[in-house]
């Protein structure tokens, strides 16, 4: 059985209660796809900034999934 590798990268930017991150998908043949997600902390609550960089992330892997997930469809439809 063959093992493939694809690779995904996350980056995070913060800025002040925002946070946003991407999800960049490369695949061993070069192939790209981008999902995007954004935080933002609501001022009454506790300014911990892992918590924005979690659900920013968790929300551009969801974004991602949907864009492979409609991608697929297509093609093999």
Same mark, same amino acid.
């Given at each position: ?5 694809? $690779? #995904? ?9 925002? !946070?946003?991150?991407? *999800? #960049? %998908?490369? !695949?061993? +043949? +070069? +192939?790209?796809?981008?999902?995007? +997600?954004?935080? &933002?902390?609501? =001022?009454?609550?506790?300014? #911990? =900034? ?11 892997? !969801?974004? %991602? *999934? *949907?864009?492979? !997930?409609?991608? $697929?469809? &297509?093609?093999?439809?």
């Amino acid at each position: 059985m063959e093992t493939k590798k694809w $690779t #995904v990268r996350i980056y995070l930017a913060e800025d002040g209660d925002d !946070t946003s991150a991407q *999800a #960049v %998908l490369i !695949t061993r +043949g +070069g +192939g790209r796809l981008d999902g995007l +997600g954004r935080s &933002h902390r609501d =001022p009454a609550d506790e300014a #911990v =900034p892992e918590i924005g960089d979690k659900l920013a992330t968790s929300r551009a892997l !969801t974004a %991602l *999934a *949907a864009s492979l !997930t409609a991608i $697929t469809r &297509h093609a093999i439809s």
